[in-house]
């Protein structure tokens, strides 16, 4: 049973970056799926941030692109989220999540962690 | 795509059918609509995928369909432990995109 689990400061300055990794343990990073993280604003819905794939080659919201990167640790089976320029609006339970690599079809994210709380506060 | 969800809260009792409706603001291709199932302090649950498809484990009293821009999830018979958020999310186009939910609440 592949579980994904969250970890990070749940409490990061306006400005500064926020920094959350998710390690993959019942399974290899290096699987065929994309490495997701989505995010749930407080009494709003998800937001879709971005994915990566084991080898490279991430994609992300165009809302959030000047300011995120997700990158992959195959070593340590993780990956990882940065948030630049973090305001108040950023505040939210971050889920890290994976979806099954497209072949003659594509599904959805299949698996969540069970998110953090981030606060940003001074 | 923009998901719209209605009702936004539906209050109803346990044996009851539930219909949740998801109007997207342009059609969905190849129905790569899903739905989530989430109770209070949990992950969102993968129930439907392609429309109609039921994932992994999922119970048949949760059925979904539809295609183009109109989806529905019909909870036939609900259990108590069915009350809780359902949001659909479209994976056709990016930017992923999620509905706003409806609450399922006695």
């Known amino acids: 049973q592949v579980q994904l689990q969250e970890s990070g400061p749940g409490l990061v300055k306006p400005s500064q970056t926020l920094s959350l990794t998710c390690t993959v343990s019942g399974g290899s990073i290096s699987s065929g799926y994309y ?17 990566t794939y084991h080898n490279g080659y991430p994609h992300y919201n165009p809302a959030l692109k000047t300011r995120v990167a997700i990158s992959v640790d195959t070593s340590g089976n993780q990956f990882s989220l940065k948030l630049t320029s973090v305001t108040a609006a950023d505040t939210a339970v971050y889920h890290c999540a994976r979806a099954p690599v497209c072949s003659s079809d594509c599904y959805p994210f299949d698996n969540w962690g069970q998110g953090t709380l981030v606060t940003v506060s001074s | 795509i923009v998901l719209t ?3 936004g809260t539906l209050s109803i009792s346990p044996g009851e059918r539930a219909t949740l409706s998801c109007r997207a603001s342009q059609s969905v291709s190849s129905s ?19 429309a109609s498809s039921r994932a992994t484990g999922i119970p048949d009293r949760f059925s979904g369909s539809g295609s183009g821009t109109d989806f529905t ?4 018979r609900l259990e108590p432990e069915d009350f809780a958020m359902y949001y659909c999310h479209q994976y056709s ?9 409806t609450k399922v609440d006695i």
């Open chain 2, 73 to 76: 999830l019909i909870i036939s």
């Open chain 1, 35 to 51: 490495w997701t993280w989505i995010r749930q604003l407080p009494g709003k819905g998800l937001e879709w941030i971005g994915y």
């Open chain 2, 5 to 7: 969800q209605s009702p």
């Open chain 2, 93 to 101: 186009s990016s930017p992923f995109t999620f509905g706003p939910g």
């Open chain 2, 32 to 50: 790569y609509l899903a739905w989530y199932q989430q109770r209070p302090g949990q992950a969102p649950r993968l129930l439907i995928y392609g």
